[in-house]
């Protein structure tokens, strides 16, 4: 007789007992993992919701302080920039002054009728670049400076063993600076002497005209 037939159905009983409360272990072991993950995972759900929030807030306050910052030096451009059309046109103006003036030449000897009106019309345009510079608009005569493409505008060379080569050695048309920002370039003659003759003494930065703005 098989080993299987031996069994009594009271030896039935006792395996399905023990299979039950195997079973039962394993279901006990698997709730209580269940329970601890689902009483982790809000404190994990909490901490990156709380990371990611702050992370937001963070970029949205960064976002606001750099519109700030472009709002304020739109309105400060705007100040200082506002007039810009008005002194270009103011430029034409001082330049027919010192046309005047150029033209009288010596007026030493002239009668005192032409003398007044010299006087008149040298006063007029030392009014108007005071005012002019009291708006920041400063003028640019760089005479003997090394020539600077962002301030000055070459329009020929000319032999001028005064200056090194590279040098303004002639002005003709005064430029402008409206706080910094460019107006108009100073329209200039450069220094470019034959070969084979002696090179100037290049001067130092002691110019009498400011070009650093």
């Given at each position: 007789?098989s080993e299987t037939a031996?069994?009594?159905p009271e030896d039935l009983?006792?395996?399905?007992?023990?299979?039950?409360?195997?079973?039962?272990?394993?279901?006990?072991?698997?709730?209580?993992?269940?329970?601890?993950?689902?009483?982790?995972?809000?404190?994990?759900?909490?901490?990156?919701?709380?990371?990611?929030?702050?992370?937001?807030?963070?970029?949205?306050?960064?976002?606001?302080?750099?519109?700030?910052?472009?709002?304020?030096?739109?309105?400060?451009?705007?100040?200082?920039?506002?007039?810009?059309?008005?002194?270009?046109?103011?430029?034409?103006?001082?330049?027919?002054?010192?046309?005047?003036?150029?033209?009288?030449?010596?007026?030493?000897?002239?009668?005192?009728?032409?003398?007044?009106?010299?006087?008149?019309?040298?006063?007029?345009?030392?009014?108007?670049?005071?005012?002019?510079?009291?708006?920041?608009?400063?003028?640019?005569?760089?005479?003997?400076?090394?020539?600077?493409?962002?301030?000055?505008?070459?329009?020929?060379?000319?032999?001028?063993?005064?200056?090194?080569?590279?040098?303004?050695?002639?002005?003709?048309?005064?430029?402008?600076?409206?706080?910094?920002?460019?107006?108009?370039?100073?329209?200039?003659?450069?220094?470019?002497?034959?070969?084979?003759?002696?090179?100037?003494?290049?001067?130092?930065?002691?110019?009498?005209?400011?070009?650093?703005?």
């Open positions: 007789m031996k069994n009594t009983q006792d395996v399905n007992a023990a299979e039950e409360t195997a079973a039962e272990e394993v279901a006990a072991e698997a709730t209580a993992e269940a329970e601890e993950i689902i009483i982790e995972d809000p404190v994990a759900a909490l901490e990156a919701e709380v990371a990611e929030l702050k992370d937001r807030l963070l970029r949205q306050a960064a976002e606001v302080e750099n519109t700030r910052r472009r709002a304020k030096k739109d309105v400060e451009d705007a100040g200082n920039y506002a007039i810009t059309k008005f002194a270009r046109d103011l430029l034409d103006v001082g330049d027919n002054l010192r046309r005047a003036l150029d033209a009288a030449g010596d007026t030493s000897n002239a009668d005192p009728a032409m003398k007044t009106l010299f006087d008149g019309v040298e006063m007029t345009e030392k009014a108007l670049l005071k005012a002019m510079e009291q708006n920041g608009i400063e003028k640019l005569e760089p005479l003997g400076e090394k020539l600077d493409p962002n301030m000055h505008q070459a329009v020929f060379e000319m032999p001028n063993p005064a200056y090194p080569d590279g040098h303004v050695a002639q002005v003709m048309q005064a430029g402008y600076v409206l706080k910094g920002r460019l107006l108009r370039p100073a329209m200039v003659g450069v220094t470019k002497n034959p070969a084979g003759d002696p090179p100037a003494k290049e001067e130092g930065p002691g110019s009498n005209v400011d070009t650093s703005a």
